[in-house]
């Protein structure tokens, strides 16, 4: 049962313009959701998150999207840079006690030059 | 730098044959966490500490165990590996148990069972 579900393992996207990651999720009582960005041999960064009071969160070159209507969240990146090819993880957080993070598949985001 | 630190990066056991992971962290976080991550899937939360109180996932085998000895340290014990829990283990930390707060992740260690 995936509750958070990234449905397109991979992204090619140009250097210099915009990439957007998407992340569905299935249980309502997700109340908080963040992205991690991961390096290979390395563990998951924080990125950004955005608290579900809100509709969009930004930070410098990146800039989350939450429509809690339709479950969906996204990640924009603009513009686009080499260093930003990773694999990129959506996660949810809800009010189930402990700060239990649950996990999308990931994203691979390549950046060409 | 604080940080999280987990050793070793890579392990490699025998079938059956115990194993254990560790993880320290210098951030003085009341929160330690232990994911295993297969291959192309999502990271799984196997279990956490918040300081000495222990809680594990209903879905986590009781193969896995964990030992909190201290703020700073967290390990990973598998009692019997089988080649199933071959996998990434990650060990990530928290500030506080809570909405808002993000969770600091090691580099992780690659357990290859033979």
């Known amino acids: 049962d995936q509750q958070v579900k990234q449905n397109s393992p991979s992204l090619s996207v140009q250097e210099g313009r915009i990439s957007i990651l998407n992340c569905d999720y299935t249980?309502?009582?997700?109340?908080?959701f963040l992205w991690y960005k991961k390096y290979p041999a390395e563990g998951p960064t924080f990125l950004i998150s955005?608290?579900?009071?809100?509709d969009k969160n930004e930070d410098g070159r990146f800039t989350v999207f939450l429509n809690k209507s339709a479950k969906h969240l996204s990640l924009h990146i603009v513009p686009s840079q080499p260093g930003d090819s990773a694999v990129y993880f959506c996660?949810?957080?809800?009010?189930?006690?402990?700060?239990?993070?649950?996990f999308g598949q990931g994203t691979r985001l390549t950046i060409n030059p | 730098d604080a940080m999280v630190i987990q050793n070793p990066r890579y392990q490699v056991t025998q079938f059956g044959k115990p194993v254990t992971l560790s993880c320290s962290q210098t951030l003085n976080h009341n929160v330690m966490y232990w994911y295993q991550q297969k291959s192309s899937q999502a990271p799984k939360l196997l279990f956490h500490y918040y300081d000495k109180d222990f809680n594990n996932e209903a879905d986590t085998p009781d193969n896995f165990q964990s030992r909190r000895p201290n703020t700073s340290f967290c390990f990973l014990d598998i009692r019997s590996p089988g080649l199933g829990d071959a996998a990434m283990y990650l060990c990530?930390?928290?500030?506080?148990?809570?909405?808002?707060?993000?969770?600091?992740f090691g580099p992780g260690t690659r357990l290859t069972v033979l």
């Open positions: 996660a949810a957080i809800g009010i189930q006690g402990a700060q239990k993070l649950v």
């Open positions: 249980n309502s009582m997700f109340d908080y």
């Open positions: 955005i608290s579900s009071i809100k």
């Open positions: 990530a930390t928290s500030r506080d148990r809570g909405l808002t707060g993000a969770q600091y």
